[in-house]
Nanobody, 123 residues
Framework: QVQLVESGGGLVQAGGSLRLSCAAS????????MGWFRQAPEMEREFVAA????????YYRDSVKGRFTISRDNAKNTAYLQMSSLKPEDTAVYFC????????????????WGQGTQVTVSS
């Protein structure tokens, strides 16, 4: 069982930055790929970014490439999402998720989910 807790969300002006953190419980964090997803009101949950369990590969949705960076620190059991040049359309609840020895963009790959953290970008 893996428990995930996100933090770092908040209100920021357009063009600003935020760093989200996802703290994981357990001693097997290094065997899980980590993903970030987001869900805006009345919208489907969508993939944002993922990082392989080893940290050797990352993947981003097109709309965040060059603005968001996913990373992880396996010694701290924590994944991060650094978000820069934020836009109002980035406003959503952001969720982190963990996938055991799998790597991809589909939410169905992910076994564990956090409770989400709100990110609001004002224009």
């Amino acid at each position: 069982q893996v428990q995930l807790v996100e933090s770092g969300g908040g209100l920021v002006q357009a063009g600003g930055s935020l760093r989200l953190s996802c703290a994981a419980s357990g001693r097997t964090f290094s065997t899980y790929s980590m993903g970030w997803f987001r869900q805006a009101p009345e919208m489907e949950r969508e993939f944002v970014a993922a990082i392989r369990w080893s940290g050797s590969s990352t993947y981003y949705r097109d709309s965040v490439k060059g603005r968001f960076t996913i990373s992880r620190d396996n010694a701290k059991n924590t994944a991060y999402l650094q978000m820069s040049s934020l836009k109002p359309e980035d406003t959503a609840v952001y969720f982190c998720a963990a996938a055991k020895l799998q790597f991809g963009t589909s939410a169905r790959l992910y076994d564990y989910w956090g409770q989400g953290t709100q990110v609001t970008v004002s224009s």
